[in-house]
């Protein structure tokens, strides 16, 4: 089944898919500086937490590889931690691997709580081209069909930025999976009126009690699902656990540019008038039936299954250190 | 206070205002032939219900006025239920004195569940576009803003159509009446976080049992509302009640072209995927504090509420004939 590959090392260089021009045009840049890198996660080139990590490993090592620094000593007085340029490179591929298996472990444990067959639904882009690897959220949905159930995907468009259009649907479409593209006011619409089985999106942090940070929307679903009673689903790596952050309320949530509101693809869509554009919300631990990670699933009380969780990652981590 | 004419009778003929255009021009025709309203309704040039009445109405007076019937006989063979040229163009002046007239009961009602100051949402447009008078759901908002209170009207975009980013944005800002243009996606994080002290939402069709049809997207909000204790509210005319319908589950939802999902203002946002446009959905009345009408206010239990309006509007209409 194809899987898109947002990012990838190659010998010419740190090729990138541009996710901007999806789905209209599939173009891919090589880059070999790696000021070109930083810029392209500043234009969102790459998108995804789990991607911009790869794209900014690949960076620094495309920094060192091509260094302009007179000497070695100047280059290690500018990046002393780093031991020599091919460990660095090795690295960087090393956690693009890690990605790969940490999506393939979060889509087994997860496809067991999808349906066998019917409706699930997801929200922006949790997918292979934000993880590098089969993504998070749609890579419970990926596992899950190659397992054979039969399911037909509900994707909300997902303004202001479109991911859900334009990525998720991109995605799905590849894979081969039905889908149904909706807009984020028809959410609940569905859920009242569908047969929808499950709910799976991804994380951008989660507090120690399990609240968590998503893309802006994530946080109505999540309360439309229990008004429906359709279980809602966080898939996410260990990482984007916070423990030092006891609850929501502590997350602080990024403003992003109005224009992205009030402007669709550069063309006005509005008046100009105020707009606000509040990039992720918090979804309270209450409204989540489960989380699935790379380690296992937590469910409530949260605070004692993500510790768990979170040490057996350290665990891990100390074994193999 | 500026307020939009979406249509009006002229002697030079029917002027029509081009919503689809709001707010990158503001653009109006002038037709003549009934043939061109039947045109101007299908194509959303103007749009509402109540406004699509006044038009259809003033389209029928058009057609009646420049009939190229050969004798009156044929005419009245064909118009059979109107008694002469003249009456069916006062007849359409006078159904839109009445929606005037209507719209501003029906503000003075409303606008004394509005809070004194802060934050109120409302939903797609429900404004003067919409209905040719203030409007029903911003006509509230209106009448409150100008008896002093110090609103600040959150605005929801309304996918697919824009009718929140393109009309409900345009008239605010027109007004002078302060205004936050949102996505769709937003409206659960502001019902949390913010200070929202009231919805209010125009409707489409009001069931026996008060459950209520509107835009696609009121449900959501309406549950959202619920769950964040926000007073929610349908302000609407008695038109809109249709007590022959027990309840929301024998509205029939109209089914749009997907082509307003994939496609914004002509661009292709999304691959050429299926999607969904349910236009409506369903409010159940467990929802809804109280609807507004030119009448008065009704609350729960709406099967007695409404049937009581319904009846004091028959006593009315009687007491004219």
């Known amino acids: 089944m194809y899987v898109a590959q947002p990012i990838e090392w190659t010998d010419r260089g740190v090729v990138m898919l541009d996710q901007r021009r999806l789905p209209a045009e599939e173009i891919s840049y090589t880059y070999t500086d790696y000021r070109e890198i ?34 070695v000593d100047a280059l290690r007085s ?14 960087a591929k090393q956690v693009h691997l890690e990605k790969k298996a940490t999506d393939e472990s979060i889509g ?23 993880t590098g690897g089969i993504g998070t959220a749609l890579g419970v949905i990926r596992v899950a069909f ?15 930025y479109l991911q859900g259009a334009r990525l998720t649907a991109w995605e799905l ?28 999106t991804g994380a ?32 996410a790596p260990v990482s984007t656990f916070d423990l030092s952050i006891p609850d929501g309320g502590h997350i602080p949530i990024e403003e ?10 550069g063309v006005r869509i509005a008046p100009d008038v105020h707009a606000a554009h509040p990039a ?25 299954s993500l510790r768990a969780l979170a040490e057996m990652s350290q665990q891990h981590l100390a074994s193999r250190g």
Chains 1, 2 share one sequence.
């Not at 087994?108 to 934000?130: H, I, K, S």
């Not at 190659?146 to 202001?160: C, I, M, N, Y």
């Not at 992003?256 to 693809?265: F, I, K, N, P, Y």
């Not at 992720?280 to 004692?304: H, L, M, N, S, W």
């Open 280 to 304: 992720f919300d918090v979804t309270p631990a209450k409204y989540i039936a489960a989380i699935f990670t790379e380690r296992g699933v937590a469910r409530a009380p949260y605070k004692e």
């Open 173 to 200: 479409h590849k894979g081969g999976i039905p889908l149904t593209l909706i807009t984020d006011n028809m959410v609940g619409h569905f859920l009242k009126t569908g047969k929808v089985g499950a709910i799976v």
């Open 108 to 130: 087994r444990f997860g496809a067991e709580f999808m349906p066998r067959e019917g409706q699930v639904m997801t929200q922006c882009n949790a997918g292979a081209l934000a």
């Open 38 to 71: 930083a810029k392209a996660i500043r234009e969102m080139v790459i998108r995804g937490a789990p991607a911009i990590g790869v794209a900014a490993a690949m960076g620094v090592a495309l920094g060192v590889l091509h260094s302009a620094a007179k000497s």
């Open 204 to 235: 951008d942090r989660i507090a120690a009690n399990g609240d968590t940070a998503n893309k802006i929307g994530t946080y109505q679903i999540a309360v439309l699902a229990k008004e429906n009673s359709v279980p809602f689903y966080i898939a």
């Open 78 to 91: 500018e990046l002393s931690e780093i031991c020599d340029k091919q460990g660095m490179v090795e690295e």
């Open 256 to 265: 992003r540019s109005a224009g992205e509101v009030t402007h669709l693809q």
């Open 146 to 160: 190659e397992q054979g159930r039969k399911l037909h995907v509900l994707v909300p468009e997902t303004r202001p």
